[in-house]
C-alpha cells in the first residue's frame, strides 16, 4: 500500500477540512428534502387499503408487496437518505448522525461496558426512508436452521420452520453475485425479488483467516446454507458496490408508485414498535399505569429484549502491509478504484471481510452442532483515527482507548469482533414517560446471564490463538497487545479472569436488538403477536418487523427481518382476500373453483 511521510499531516488536513464540508452538505441535503416535503404536494388518495408505520427492512417490504394489490400510505419518521448513505465505506460514519438516526442510548449497564462513558451503550437505529437498512453494514446472513425450528416450536405453526422460511429468504433476491453462486439452490434470483447481493474484490486478510480456522480443524463454509460451525467469507447488500438497502431497492423508484404514497418527516405519534404500542395503551398493565397511560391491552410488550453482545478484541499487530491505516491509506488512488470500478476497500464496511461460526462448549455438550459465537476479521491497522471514529460513533471513554492504542499507532494489524450469537440475558424497553417524544429505556441487561460470559470468553481465547498462533498469521508476525487494558491489570494476562474483566469492559452491542414484541402461541405469557404477527387481543393491527423474533436468530438480522416483512405481507394478502372478493385485475384469479377470489402472492 502506498506510503507517504508527511501521511499523518496529510490525513489530518483532509479528515479536518473534508468532515465540514460533509456536515454541511449533509445539512443542506437534509433540508432541501424536508422542505420539499412540505411544501410540494404528493398525490394523496382520500382512503387507503392499508397503513404501514415505518419505511425500514421489514416496512418497506410490506408497503412494496401490499401496494401491488391496494393503496398503501407508508408513513416515515425520517427522510430520504443523503448520497453518502450508498457509500459502504462511510457507513460507520453514519451512526449517531441525528438527521438519520434515532440517537438511542442504554440506560447504564451493570455488568458490561464498563469502558463506556456512563456504562452506557449507543444503540443506533436509522430514521430515514430503508430504516436501519440505510445505514447498517450490509451483511447478508440468514441463521441457522434450528433458530427457525425453534420458532416452529415456540409459535406451534410449522410456517415458520427451515424449509418454509427459506422459500421467502429466496424470494426477496434479484440478483446474487457473492461468494457462492455455484450454490444455485440457495441464492438463485426470483423473478420477484429485488435484493442484489455481491461480494466485492477487497478481502485482505480473508484469506489468512479462513486458512487459520482450517488449521484448528474448521470447515471451510458458505454461512447461509444451511449454517454449520465454519469459516467463511462474507456476502453483502450492495450493487455494484453501492449500499442497496430496502430503500435503494422498493422506494427510491417505487414499482407501484400509483398506489404506494410515501409520508415521509411523518412521526406516527410514537417510536418503535413496543413503544408505539404501550403508548397506546397495549403493554404490561402495572407498568402502563405507572407512567400514566391508561391500559387498555395487557400484554408483556418490552419485555424478553434481545441483542447479540459484542466484544472487540484489539489491538493485533502485523509486519505487512495487508490492513488500512486511516493515516496512510486514505488515498485518491483507493477513491478513485471506488468511484470508476465499484471495487476496492470502499466497497467494504468497517473493513470487515470475513466471518466464522463457532460452537462453544456449552452447546457440544448438548451433542449439537447449532453455533453461538460469531467471530469477524477487521482488516484495520491502528490509527488515531480509528480511536477517535470508536469513541465518537459508539460512546466509548477516549482516554481508555487512547492508553490501548499508543503504543501501536501507525502500524498495520487487525481487530477480531466476537460477538455472542445466542445470548441467554434477556432485557426490557419501558417507557420513560408519557411524552411520544421521550426517548425509551433500553435495558438490554447486557451479560447479566453467567453462561454468556463464559461463550465470550470462549471466543475470546479462540479469537486470540487464531490472530497469533497459527501458522498464517505465524507468517504475518502477528502479535495480540501483551499490554492489560486498563482495569483488568490485577488478572493474570490472558487467563479466564481477565478475559472475563477484559469483556465488561469491552462489551457493547451489535446493533440487532429484536423480541420485544415476541411472537408465540397465544396463551404463551410471553407472546405479543400470534404466529400470523396479528396484536393479541385486538383487531385489524399487526407487528411486522424484527421485534416479533421469539428468539434472536444467530446471524445479523437484516435479511431474516426481510423474511418477516415478505411473509407478514402474505399474512395480511391471505386474510384480505378472504374479506374482500374482488375478482376485476389480471393480478387476481378464482382459486379452484371456490367460486372465491385470491390475490396473487407476490
Ligand atoms: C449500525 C447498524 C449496523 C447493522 N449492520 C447489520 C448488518 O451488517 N447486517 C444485518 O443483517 N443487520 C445489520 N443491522 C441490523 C439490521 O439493519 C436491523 O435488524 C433491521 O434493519 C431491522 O429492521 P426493522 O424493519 O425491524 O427496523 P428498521 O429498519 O429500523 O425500521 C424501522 C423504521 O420505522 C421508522 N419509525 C419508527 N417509529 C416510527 C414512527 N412512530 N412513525 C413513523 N416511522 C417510524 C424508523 O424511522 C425506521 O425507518 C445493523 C443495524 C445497525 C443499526
Same mark, same amino acid.
Given at each position: 500500500m502506498p506510503q507517504c511521510s508527511c501521511a499523518l499531516l496529510f490525513y489530518y488536513f483532509i479528515f479536518f477540512?473534508?468532515?465540514?464540508?460533509?456536515?454541511?452538505?449533509?445539512?443542506?441535503?437534509?433540508?432541501?428534502?424536508?422542505?420539499?416535503?412540505?411544501f410540494v404536494t404528493e398525490p394523496k388518495f382520500n382512503e387507503y387499503d392499508f397503513i404501514v408505520v415505518g419505511a425500514g427492512s421489514a416496512g418497506a417490504v410490506v408497503a412494496h408487496r401490499l401496494s401491488n394489490h391496494g393503496k398503501v400510505l407508508l408513513l416515515e419518521a425520517g427522510g430520504s437518505p443523503n448520497p453518502l448513505h450508498s457509500f459502504p465505506?462511510?457507513?460507520?460514519?453514519?451512526?449517531?448522525?441525528?438527521?438519520?438516526?434515532?440517537?438511542?442510548?442504554?440506560?447504564?449497564?451493570?455488568?458490561?461496558?464498563?469502558?463506556?462513558?456512563n456504562q452506557e451503550v449507543f444503540w443506533p437505529r436509522g430514521k430515514v426512508l430503508g430504516g436501519s437498512s440505510s445505514v447498517n453494514f450490509m451483511f447478508y446472513l440468514r441463521g441457522h436452521p434450528l433458530d427457525y425450528e425453534n420458532w416452529s416450536n415456540i409459535t406451534g405453526d410449522e410456517g415458520w420452520s427451515w424449509d418454509n422460511v427459506l422459500p421467502y429468504f429466496k424470494k426477496s433476491i434479484s440478483q446474487y453475485k457473492g461468494e457462492h453462486q455455484t450454490n444455485e439452490d440457495q441464492y438463485k434470483g426470483s423473478e420477484y425479488g429485488f435484493l442484489h447481493?455481491?461480494?466485492?474484490?477487497?478481502?485482505?486478510?480473508?484469506?489468512?483467516?479462513?486458512?487459520?480456522?482450517?488449521?484448528?480443524?474448521?470447515?471451510?463454509?458458505?454461512?447461509?446454507?444451511?449454517?454449520?460451525?465454519?469459516?467463511?467469507?462474507?456476502?453483502r447488500n450492495e450493487r455494484d458496490g453501492a449500499r442497496y438497502g430496502t430503500y435503494s431497492a422498493l422506494l427510491k423508484n417505487p414499482k407501484h408508485p400509483k398506489n404506494l404514497v410515501i409520508s415521509k418527516y411523518s412521526q406516527a405519534v410514537k417510536i418503535d414498535s413496543a413503544k408505539l404500542l404501550m403508548l397506546s395503551g397495549i403493554g404490561?398493565?402495572?407498568?402502563? #399505569? %405507572? +407512567? =400514566?397511560?391508561?391500559? *387498555?391491552? !395487557?400484554?408483556?410488550?418490552?419485555?424478553?429484549?434481545?441483542?447479540?453482545?459484542?466484544?472487540?478484541?484489539?489491538?493485533?499487530?502485523?509486519?505487512?502491509?495487508?490492513?488500512?491505516?486511516?493515516?496512510?491509506?486514505?488515498?485518491?488512488?483507493?477513491?478513485?478504484?471506488?468511484?470508476?470500478?465499484?471495487d476496492g476497500p470502499w466497497t467494504c464496511p468497517l473493513m470487515i471481510t470475513s466471518q466464522a461460526f463457532i460452537s462453544s462448549s456449552q452447546v457440544k455438550q448438548q451433542g449439537i452442532d447449532w453455533p453461538d459465537i460469531q467471530l469477524y476479521i477487521v482488516a484495520v491497522g491502528n490509527s488515531v483515527a480509528g480511536a477517535l471514529t470508536l469513541s465518537e460513533a459508539q460512546n466509548y471513554k477516549k482516554d481508555f482507548l487512547d492508553k490501548i492504542y499508543e503504543p501501536y499507532l501507525g502500524t498495520d494489524g487487525f481487530v477480531i469482533?466476537?460477538?455472542?450469537?445466542?445470548? #441467554? %440475558? +434477556? =432485557?426490557?424497553?419501558? *417507557?420513560? !414517560?408519557?411524552?411520544?417524544?421521550?426517548?425509551?429505556?433500553?435495558?438490554?441487561?447486557?451479560?447479566?446471564?453467567?453462561?454468556?460470559?463464559?461463550?465470550?470468553?470462549?471466543?475470546?481465547?479462540?479469537?486470540?490463538?487464531?490472530?497469533?498462533?497459527?501458522?498464517?498469521?505465524?507468517?504475518?508476525?502477528?502479535?495480540?497487545?501483551?499490554?492489560?487494558?486498563?482495569?483488568?491489570?490485577?488478572?493474570?494476562?490472558?487467563?479466564?479472569?481477565?478475559?472475563?474483566?477484559?469483556?465488561?469492559?469491552?462489551?457493547?452491542?451489535?446493533?440487532?436488538?429484536?423480541?420485544?414484541?415476541?411472537?408465540?402461541?397465544?396463551?404463551?405469557?410471553?407472546?405479543?403477536?400470534?404466529?400470523?404477527?396479528r396484536v393479541l387481543k385486538t383487531r385489524n393491527l399487526r407487528v411486522i418487523d424484527a421485534s416479533v423474533m421469539p428468539v434472536i436468530v444467530n446471524a445479523n438480522t437484516n435479511a431474516p427481518t426481510i423474511m418477516i416483512g415478505e411473509k407478514g405481507a402474505d399474512f395480511i394478502l391471505e386474510h384480505w382476500a378472504q374479506q374482500k372478493l374482488v375478482c376485476d385485475g389480471k393480478d387476481y384469479y378464482l382459486y379452484k373453483d371456490a367460486n372465491k377470489c385470491y390475490y396473487l402472492s407476490y
Open positions: 477540512s473534508t468532515t465540514p464540508l460533509i456536515l454541511f452538505f449533509s445539512a443542506i441535503d437534509y433540508y432541501t428534502d424536508y422542505f420539499q416535503n412540505v465505506g462511510h457507513a460507520y460514519g453514519l451512526i449517531s448522525k441525528p438527521e438519520i438516526d434515532w440517537g438511542y442510548k442504554t440506560v447504564p449497564q451493570k455488568n458490561s461496558s464498563l469502558a463506556f462513558k447481493i455481491e461480494s466485492k474484490n477487497f478481502k485482505n486478510l480473508a484469506r489468512e483467516f479462513i486458512e487459520a480456522g482450517k488449521e484448528l480443524g474448521y470447515d471451510e463454509i458458505d454461512a447461509n446454507g444451511p449454517q454449520k460451525s465454519g469459516f467463511g467469507h462474507l456476502d404490561p398493565k402495572e407498568h402502563l #399505569k %405507572s +407512567v =400514566g397511560i391508561k391500559p *387498555l391491552v !395487557d400484554l408483556p410488550v418490552g419485555k424478553n429484549l434481545q441483542d447479540h453482545v459484542l466484544s472487540v478484541l484489539l489491538p493485533f499487530v502485523i509486519e505487512k502491509p495487508l490492513s488500512i491505516v486511516a493515516e496512510r491509506d486514505f488515498t485518491v488512488e483507493y477513491f478513485m478504484e471506488y468511484f470508476m470500478k465499484g469482533l466476537n460477538t455472542l450469537g445466542r445470548p #441467554k %440475558s +434477556v =432485557g426490557e424497553i419501558t *417507557l420513560k !414517560d408519557k411524552n411520544p417524544f421521550s426517548h425509551p429505556n433500553i435495558d438490554p441487561h447486557y451479560l447479566e446471564h453467567p453462561e454468556d460470559l463464559a461463550a465470550l470468553v470462549e471466543g475470546a481465547k479462540l479469537a486470540v490463538k487464531i490472530g497469533s498462533e497459527t501458522t498464517p498469521f505465524r507468517n504475518l508476525n502477528a502479535t495480540f497487545s501483551d499490554i492489560p487494558i486498563p482495569g483488568c491489570e490485577a488478572y493474570k494476562f490472558k487467563s479466564t479472569e481477565y478475559w472475563e474483566c477484559y469483556i465488561r469492559y469491552f462489551s457493547t452491542s451489535l446493533w440487532h436488538p429484536t423480541s420485544s414484541c415476541r411472537m408465540g402461541k397465544a396463551d404463551d405469557p410471553r407472546s405479543v403477536v400470534d404466529s400470523k404477527l
